[in-house]
C-alpha cells in the first residue's frame, strides 16, 4: 500500500538541482523523509549539520552557477510586500545588519528608506558570493553603480532595463561608489558580534538555517531594546509538514517551521509596527504546498 495519495507522484530535489518524480523517486523521499522527525508543534525546526551542509551546497549553485546571470533574488518583490518599508522611512540607525544576504541583499533596497551609519551583511557562503558577478557588496561598498569589467558586457545585453533602474537607485543610495560594508561569512547560529544592532534584517532566510530556535534567540541578543526587526519567511502548520515530506524531498530547503514558533517569538520580546500575512496555496509538479508567508517590521520591547 502506498504512503502517498495514489495521484501524487512524489518529487525528490537534489542538492545538484536535479528534480526526479519518477519510478525511484517516492523511495528517494521517503528514505530522506525518514531521517528528519516531525516535531507535532513545530514541524522541522532542526536538522543535523549534513543535512544543513547538503542545503547549502544547493543553494551555492542556485546563484554560484544556475543563478550567475540574474540580478535580484526577489528582492523588489519583498518591497512591496513589505508595503516599501514604510515604517522605517526616515529614520536613521546607528549600526544595521543583514543576516542571510544572499548576493544582492535587501538592504540596498531598505537604504533608499532610512539611513543606516554603520553597515554590516552576513552569509555562510559570502565567500563564494563575492565571486559573482552581480554581488552588490563585492567591492566592499553597499550601493553605488553596478559595474562590471568588458567580459561581463553580455549580462548587460541580457537584463538593460532592470540594469539601469537598479543602478539609478543605488546611486542614489550611496553615490557612485556605494558605501562602506561589513562582510561576516558565517552561520547565524555561531554568529558573535563585537557590539549590538539597532536594525536586524532577515527575509526568506529561516528555512535555509540549521536551528530555528537558535536562530531566533540570536536576533534576540544581537538587537538592542528599542531596535527594529524586518522579517520574513515561510509559515507552516506542523501536520501539513508531516503530509508534504511524504512527497517532496528539497535538499536546498531544510526547515520547515511551524507558524507557532515564530509568532511566538515575536509575541515575547516586540512591538509591531507593520504585519502581513499572504496565505498560499498552490502546487509545484502535481505537490500541493499549503503555508502562509509572512512579513514583519516590528521594534523589540
Not at 98 to 127: M, S
Not at 223 to 228: F, K, M
Not at 241 to 258: K, S
Request: hydrophobic share 40%; proline share 6%.
Amino acid at each position: 500500500m502506498e504512503d502517498h495519495p495514489p495521484f501524487i507522484k512524489p518529487l525528490y530535489i537534489d542538492e545538484h538541482i536535479v528534480l526526479r518524480q519518477d519510478d525511484e523517486s517516492a523511495a528517494l523521499v521517503a528514505e530522506r523523509a525518514a531521517e528528519v522527525p516531525v516535531d507535532p508543534r513545530s514541524g522541522v525546526a532542526r536538522v543535523n549539520r549534513a543535512r544543513w551542509e547538503e542545503a547549502q551546497r544547493y543553494e551555492r549553485r542556485s546563484w554560484m552557477e544556475h543563478g550567475r546571470r540574474a540580478l535580484s533574488d526577489r528582492n523588489e518583490y519583498h518591497r512591496e510586500r513589505f508595503a516599501g518599508y514604510a515604517p522605517l522611512r526616515g529614520r536613521r540607525f546607528g549600526r544595521g545588519i543583514e543576516l542571510g544576504c544572499g548576493p544582492y541583499t535587501n538592504l540596498r533596497l531598505i537604504l533608499e528608506h532610512c539611513r543606516i551609519d554603520e553597515i554590516h551583511v552576513l552569509d555562510p557562503l559570502i565567500g563564494d558570493y563575492v565571486g559573482h558577478p552581480f554581488c552588490r557588496y563585492r567591492n566592499g561598498r553597499l550601493g553605488g553603480i553596478l559595474r562590471q569589467s568588458p567580459g561581463r558586457l553580455p549580462a548587460y545585453i541580457r537584463h538593460p532595463r532592470e540594469l539601469v533602474r537598479t543602478s539609478i537607485n543605488d546611486w542614489r543610495v550611496g553615490g557612485w561608489l556605494g558605501r562602506p560594508v561589513t562582510t561576516v561569512a558565517s552561520m547565524i547560529e555561531d554568529y558573535v558580534p563585537s557590539e549590538r544592532f539597532d536594525l536586524v534584517v532577515m527575509i526568506n532566510v529561516l528555512e535555509h538555517c540549521q536551528d530555528a530556535e537558535r536562530v531566533l534567540a540570536k536576533i534576540d541578543e544581537i538587537l538592542v531594546p528599542g531596535g527594529v526587526l524586518v522579517y520574513h519567511d515561510k509559515m507552516y502548520r506542523a501536520q501539513a509538514v508531516r503530509e508534504l515530506l511524504r512527497v517532496l524531498y528539497d535538499a536546498g530547503h531544510p526547515l520547515l517551521v511551524d507558524q507557532s514558533v515564530v509568532d511566538g517569538f515575536l509575541a515575547r520580546s516586540f512591538t509591531p509596527l507593520m504585519r502581513a500575512e499572504y496565505r498560499v496555496a498552490s502546487e509545484f509538479r502535481g505537490v500541493p504546498l499549503d503555508y502562509s508567508e509572512l512579513y514583519a517590521i516590528c521594534e523589540k520591547r
